[in-house]
């Protein structure tokens, strides 16, 4: 059964800081990977990580694909509060586009 | 707002009763994917339609069933409801099969 795991659980950082949140996966038939941001309702798209693109960079957001360690990161930096949210990883297999969503990482930033 | 539509934006209903949640996919787009999101389960898979066609099954519940119409428009049918169907229900649609996926504002299901 595909899997993936999000880490830390939660996360509360200040203004200013930087922030690394982790995500793993065990996907059959893998394809990609997506980034998502969740506040109040629907999951907003951040990114899509393939093998032939592995580092999406997007303004203060970036994120990394390592295919051999079956792991993505996403980093924050000059954190501010509207980055406070759910940040949802989740792998997508071959066949369907069916994605296996991680349990997330709540982000809190204070200011 | 990703220009996925869905409708109600809540409801509430009894056990035993059955709901039918709608959603409308960005223009364009061809597929079209059901989620829930619950809090101990959180967002999970439930199917997937391309065209019209089924295209690929994760946890659905036997009770619940669903279908995309000619116009591309997608339905969610949840029959026989219990509580703990009590959730947010995502629609998702892409240009493709494997295209990425936007998500729909949630249609939240109290049942009571």
């Known amino acids: 059964e595909d899997k993936v795991v999000q880490s830390p659980l939660s996360l509360v950082v200040h203004e200013g800081d930087t922030v690394t949140l982790n995500c793993s996966y065990e996907?059959?038939?893998?394809?990609?990977l997506l980034w998502y941001k969740q506040e109040k309702k629907a999951p907003t798209f951040l990114f899509m990580l393939t093998s032939s693109g592995i580092e999406k960079k997007s303004g203060r957001l970036s994120s990394i694909l390592d295919k051999k360690e079956l792991s993505s990161i996403l980093n924050i930096t000059a954190t501010q509060t509207g980055d406070s949210a759910i940040y949802l990883c989740?792998?997508?297999?071959?066949?369907?586009?069916?994605?296996?969503f991680g349990g997330g990482t709540r982000l809190m930033v204070k200011p | 707002d990703s220009g996925v539509t869905q409708t109600p934006k809540h409801l509430i209903t009894a056990t035993g009763q059955r709901v039918t949640l709608r959603c409308s996919p960005r223009?364009?787009?061809?597929?079209v994917y059901w989620y829930q999101q619950s809090l101990d389960q959180g967002l999970q898979f439930l199917i997937q339609?391309?065209?019209?066609?089924?295209?690929a099954k994760g946890n659905i519940l036997e009770r619940f069933s669903a279908q995309q119409f000619p116009d591309l428009h997608s339905e969610l049918n949840l029959s026989s409801l219990e509580l703990g169907d009590s959730a947010l229900y995502f629609c998702a649609s892409s240009v493709t099969v494997w295209e990425t996926q936007y998500f729909g504002p949630g249609t939240r299901l109290l049942v009571l």
């Open positions: 223009s364009g787009d061809l597929s």
């Open positions: 339609y391309y065209n019209g066609e089924e295209r």
């Open positions: 996907v059959t038939n893998f394809r990609s």
């Open positions: 989740a792998g997508a297999e071959n066949a369907g586009n069916m994605l296996t």
